[in-house]
């Protein structure tokens, strides 16, 4: 059994609950239809069940909108989609200056994990919900673009995280030991029973758990089975 470490993106690895407003600040502003109020604390109370960009359509939408408690239960409309290919439309105009991922700091954690993803790249894998170039071209400003990324549009596809994951055969018995850090408790829920250790992160968008973990304690974990993994790796 060999292991494997699965990151979530947004709150774990970088901040990107700034640049996520910023977006959808670019898209909306001036539009009829939608609100022109959004407060950064409400972005951010709202931000917290947010797993598509569809869903930012629901908080600024004057004609759509509903509470962020009821957003799992809302199936999309055209309108939605509409308002999602914007929102990446909006980012991509962000994207074009170079200088861009400065809006969206890297945490702790990702400076504490940064060597580590260069020396044993196929050890670890992102899986998130924001699109994968954005990712990509995040890391490659830390000179990290280096493991594999599964994105929305890889959830879009299969469904879920957890389906990403069992498409990936991250799940099957006796082949990986996965740990999964994420920040969100919703986005480990799945993954309770499915993989050795789901870790949630005391660092990010959602309410900390008596179970959370600080980033001292999540590298902690990764570098000791890291250790244990190339020592077994060595004596084969």
Known sequence: MDVKFVLDFDGVLFNSAFEAFTVANRATTGRDGFRQDIAYEEFLAYRAVVTDAWHYNRLYS???????????????????????????????????????????????FFFLLKPLLQQYPDRFAILSTRNIQSIRETLAFHDADVVRVFGQEDIRRLGS??????????????????????????HL?????QIHLPLHANWGYDHVTLGSLSANQVHTIISSLLNIAERAADEV
């Open 161 to 186: 995280k957890l389906a990403v994951a069992k498409h990936e055969h991250w799940l099957d018995r006796g082949k990986w030991l996965i740990v999964y850090v994420d920040d969100m408790n919703s």
């Open 189 to 193: 829920e799945p993954f309770e029973g």
């Open 62 to 108: 004057t004609a759509q909108a509903v509470p962020a408690a009821a957003l799992r239960e809302v199936e999309p409309t055209d309108a939605d989609w509409a308002f999602a290919r914007d929102f990446f439309a909006a980012r991509a105009e962000i994207m074009a200056d170079p200088e861009w991922p400065k809006v969206m700091p890297a945490y702790d």
